[in-house]
Structures are given as C-alpha cells and as structure tokens.
C-alpha cells in the first residue's frame, strides 16, 4: 500500500464539476485578478470567521506583510513570534524592516507560551504574532491581555488554522487582524498561491486593501506607494468553490485524528498531539514526537508511507537569520521538538483502511524496538 501525505487529487475528484464551472466562470468573465469572484470570496470568508472584513492577497505571506506595514510597523520596531513556526512569519516582519524576536513555545502543544512573551517586551516592542500551529489556536485571551497592558497590535498567523475554533469563535477574530494563506496543501487551498487578511478594523481593511494595489483604492488615483499582491480571480473563484465544504473537510481530519489517536494511544516514547479542551482543532497537520523520529520515518518510507516535518530546522538557526546571532540553545523547547517531531499522513480524503494501516506500521516499529 502507498500512504500520500496529502492528495490534492483526492480532493479534485470529488468537485470536479464545481471547479471545472468556477474556472470556467472566470475565463468566461476575463477577470482574472480581482474582481466579482474575489469580492465574493471577501465577503463569504469575512462571515465564515466571524470578522467584519476580509481583503484577498496573493499568499498567506502577503497578508502578513500586509497587515505589519498597514499597522505601521517598520525600522526599528519589534514584533514577537516563534521560532518554531515556517519561516514566512519571520520573513514577513523582516520585510518591513522590524526585528523579529521570538519565545520558545510550549513542549505539549507547540503554541507560544504566554510567560515569554512578557519577558520579550521592550520599548521597541511593537505586536505580537502568535501562529495558530498545525491547526489549533493559540492561548488568546492571555495574549490579548499582555497587548492591552502594553499597548501592542496583536496579528494572529492563521495560515494553518482555517475554521480551527477556541471557546467556540473561529480563527481570525481574535487579534486586531489575522494573515490565512490558501496554498493549495492548506486546509482551504486554491490552485495556486493565494492568502487574505481577515479583521474588524474598518481603516486597517482599506489601508490594506490600498497597499495590495499599488496604494490605490481607485485606478490610477495612487495615495501612497504599495505593491502587487491582489488575489487571482481564478484563484478566488476556486475558493469560492471549495469554501462550503471546510467545515466538512475539517470534521473529516478531527475524525481521522481521532482515529490515529485509538489505534497509538499507549505505545511507550510516542507523544500524540495535545488539544486543549477549549480548543476545536483542525489539524492541519497531525504531529506526533518520538525520540526514534528519523529510524521510524525511514521504517515508515520503507512500508510505502510519505511523512514530513514541521519543521526540521528553528527559523533562530536558520543561515537567513544568522544575523540574529541566535544559536542552539537560544529556545530549547522548540529545538527538541524539531529533532523529534514528525508530521504523520493527513488529509480529509484518507481512508480508515490508510489510517490503519499507517498505525500498524507505527506500532511494529515500536514494538520491534529494544526496551
Ligand atoms: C503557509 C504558511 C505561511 C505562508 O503562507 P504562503 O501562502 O505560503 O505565503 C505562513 N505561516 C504559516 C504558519 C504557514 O503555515
């Protein structure tokens, strides 16, 4: 048996019809970049997470970078993050010219720890970037609450967290803003890059919505000097398509969560996922931590079954942020995780008989190491 670690082509069977017509739409209507089909989406997706605007960008690094330079972030200016997070988080506050500094995150779930992050305030501080890791959401009333203190603009990364819920209010509702990306692996994906900046902060949408577009609300009236980053409307109108049936896809991975979860729940030195019981997680991705990581992806390779990591190396010790002049050490918490963490097959189209037969293979590994 082959194990995909995702299957975007399970996927596509199953809309074929849907999003053969959406593309279609769009070819038909020659809007290609922006337009009706990405209004839409806006709306629909700016409901679906409970926040007044959403703004449709061309990837979730976009929408990062868009939302520090609306809020004014640059030279200067620190925002907080994690190390363990994929390095568009990093990169998308070094680009307005501000200083990343970072927290380690928490051994269980992976999110950042609240203490820390007080720890890492100083006058230059200017935001807080939790990212919402493998699908669920992190701790943000604390967050929200060191902001208030100290006055901070709170940005969630909810690239990997579309739909995820914490106390019963989805991603993207949290902070002043929050960055989704819809690369085609994501839990919403389009058919190629695309992203949107979600908020309720009426001026943040419009100043956002100018900078995706050459600083212009109205063509060839230019207020201040943007970029390119608009939302394709193929893009859009693949979203459109799919967006319906997010909910279902997420109740899909939950179930296969909890289905990897009854076949490993007690092998000893093998760490399942942790939710919190406050948090409706996603899963974007179902990580699971072994000491034995690289001898049991390797012995899974073997048995036709594809695994990944997220990620294998902290942004802190990354050569791009060797400027930092961070070493190993710096965030011990995220540095074991990332020599023990690995990312096991996940995708809503899985089967029982897949899921059943990754777990078994992952149980005769264990019990065929020496105790
Ligand atoms: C995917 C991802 C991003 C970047 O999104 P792109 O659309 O690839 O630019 C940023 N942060 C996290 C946590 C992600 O998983």
């Not at 690094?61 to 809020?71: E, N, Q, V, Y």
């Not at 190629?192 to 943040?204: H, I, K, Y």
């Amino acid at each position: 048996m082959q194990v995909s670690f995702v299957d975007l082509r399970a996927q596509y069977a199953r809309i074929k019809p849907e999003i053969d017509q959406a593309i279609a739409r769009v070819i038909g209507s020659a809007q290609f970049v922006l337009g009706e089909e990405t209004e839409r989406f806006e709306s629909d997706f700016a409901r679906y997470c409970g926040a007044a605007h959403a703004v449709g960008v061309n990837s979730g690094t976009s929408a990062l970078f868009l939302i520090l330079k609306a809020a004014g972030i640059g030279p200067g200016d620190e925002v907080i993050t994690q190390p363990n997070s994929f390095i568009a988080s990093a990169a998308a506050i070094s680009h307005t010219g501000a200083t990343p500094v970072f927290v380690d995150s928490d051994p269980a779930t992976h999110l950042m720890v609240v203490p820390k992050i007080e720890s890492a305030i100083t006058v230059r501080t200017k935001a807080i970037m939790p990212v919402h890791l493998y699908g669920q959401i992190s701790p943000m009333e604390e967050i929200r609450s060191i902001a208030e203190k100290h006055g901070l603009f709170v940005l969630e990364d909810a690239c990997q967290a579309h739909g995820a819920k914490h106390n019963g209010t989805r991603a993207g509702s949290f902070g002043n803003a929050a960055a989704f990306s819809f690369y085609p692996g994501k839990n919403l994906g389009a058919y190629g890059e695309a992203g949107a900046v979600v908020t309720s902060d009426r001026a943040l949408a419009e100043r956002v919505r100018r900078l995706r577009d050459h600083g212009s609300l109205e063509k060839y009236v230019h207020t201040e000097i943007g970029y390119n980053m608009r939302l394709e409307g193929m893009q859009a109108a693949v979203l459109n398509a799919k967006l319906g049936y997010l909910d279902e896809w997420n109740d899909a991975r939950r179930a296969h969560a909890t289905r990897y979860r009854e076949l490993l729940g007690d092998i000893p030195g093998l760490t399942l996922p942790v939710a919190k019981p406050e948090n409706e997680h996603v899963f974007h991705l179902f990580v699971v931590q072994t000491p034995e990581r690289d001898a049991l992806a390797a012995y899974l390779k073997e048995r036709g079954i594809s695994t990944s990591i997220h990620y294998p190396v902290p942004i802190h010790l990354q050569e791009a942020y060797r400027h930092c002049g961070l070493n190993v050490g710096s965030f011990p918490e995220s540095e074991s995780a990332a020599r023990e963490i690995l990312s096991l097959p996940m995708y809503p189209e899985l089967s029982d008989g897949e899921i059943t037969y990754v777990a078994d293979a992952i149980k005769s590994f264990f019990s065929a190491l020496p105790q």
